[in-house]
Nanobody, 114 residues
Framework: QVQLVESGGGLVQPGGSLRLSCAAS????????MGWYRQAPGKQREWVAVLRRGGTTNYADSVKGRFTISRDNAGNTVYLRMNSLKPEDTAVYYC????????WGPGTQVTVSS
């Protein structure tokens, strides 16, 4: 079992940046994959980014070139750097890790508005 907690969300103006963090209660270095989803009001949860154990990454077309997923060397935290934010990026952002089972954090709100 592992508990995940996201942080770093908030209100930002269009064109701004945020870095989300996902802190795990124990090392997640053995996770096969880790990543982020988001859910905007009235919409289905949408996959955003994934980081695989070997280091490869993939991004949704809507965020490619603007968002970057990474993790710390200790293997306890996953990050999502978000640049050039747009109003359509407004959503609750959830991190997840796959350790045999998939574990989720409770989410952090990101609001992009002037």
């Amino acid at each position: 079992q592992v508990q995940l907690v996201e942080s770093g969300g908030g209100l930002v103006q269009p064109g701004g940046s945020l870095r989300l963090s996902c802190a795990a209660s124990r090392s997640i270095v053995s996770a096969s994959t880790m990543g982020w989803y988001r859910q905007a009001p009235g919409k289905q949860r949408e996959w955003v980014a994934v980081l695989r154990r070997g280091g490869t990454t993939n991004y949704a077309d809507s965020v490619k070139g603007r968002f970057t997923i990474s993790r710390d060397n200790a293997g306890n935290t996953v990050y999502l750097r978000m640049n050039s934010l747009k109003p359509e990026d407004t959503a609750v952002y959830y991190c997840y890790v796959d350790l045999g089972s998939r574990y989720w954090g409770p989410g952090t709100q990101v609001t992009v508005s002037s």
